[in-house]
C-alpha cells in the first residue's frame, strides 16, 4: 500500500503564509493611508488655489477691505502650514510604506522556499510511488512467467 505524503514543514509553512498575508494586509492599509492623504493635499491645495483665485478677482474687482485681506492671508497661511504637515507625514508614510513593502518580500520569499522544498519532496514522494508500483508489477510479472513456464514443463 502506498504511503501518503507527509511534508514534514506544513506548520511552519502555513505559518509563514498567514504571516505573509498579514504582512498584505498592513501594506495594503499603509496604501490606503497614503491614497487618502494624497486626496486630502490635494483638497488643500485646490482650495488654497481657490482663495488665490477669489483674492485676485476681488483685487481687481475695485477697492479692498485691509481686515479681509488679512483675514484671507491668515487663512491662506493655515492652509499652507496645513500642506506641509501633510506633506511631512507623506514622506514619513512613504517611508514607512517602503520598509513594510520590503518586509513583505522577505517574508514572500521566506514561504516561497518552503513550498519549493514542498514541490521537491512531492516530487521525489511521487518518484518512490512509482518506482514501488513499477517494481510490483516486475514481480507479479516475474511470479506470471515463472508459474507459466512451470506449468509449461509439467504440461510436456
Known amino acids: 500500500?502506498?504511503?501518503r505524503f507527509k511534508f514534514n514543514l506544513e506548520i511552519?509553512?502555513?505559518i509563514r503564509r498567514r504571516a505573509e498575508e498579514e504582512q498584505q494586509r498592513v501594506v495594503a492599509r499603509k496604501t490606503a493611508e497614503l491614497v487618502e492623504l494624497q486626496a486630502q493635499l490635494q483638497r488643500l491645495r485646490d482650495k488654497v488655489a481657490d482663495e488665490c483665485r477669489g483674492k485676485r478677482d476681488r483685487q481687481h474687482?475695485?477697492?479692498m477691505d485691509v481686515d479681509?485681506?488679512?483675514r484671507v492671508q491668515?487663512?491662506?497661511g493655515s492652509l499652507r502650514r496645513a500642506i506641509e504637515d501633510r506633506e511631512r507625514t507623506r514622506v514619513d508614510?512613504?517611508?514607512a510604506l517602503r520598509a513594510e513593502r520590503?518586509?513583505?518580500?522577505?517574508l514572500s520569499?521566506?514561504?516561497k522556499v518552503l513550498d519549493k522544498l514542498r514541490e521537491k519532496r512531492w516530487a521525489a514522494h511521487r518518484a518512490k510511488l512509482l518506482k514501488e508500483e513499477q517494481a510490483q508489477s516486475d514481480e507479479i510479472g516475474v511470479q506470471r512467467f515463472l508459474r507459466e513456464s512451470r506449468l509449461a514443463q509439467a504440461g510436456a
Open 1 to 3: 500500500m502506498a504511503k
Open 12 to 14: 511552519v509553512r502555513t
Open 61 to 63: 474687482a475695485g477697492p
Open 68 to 70: 479681509r485681506l488679512r
Open 74 to 76: 491668515f487663512y491662506l
Open 93 to 95: 508614510l512613504e517611508v
Open 102 to 106: 520590503l518586509k513583505l518580500a522577505d
Open 109 to 111: 520569499a521566506q514561504r
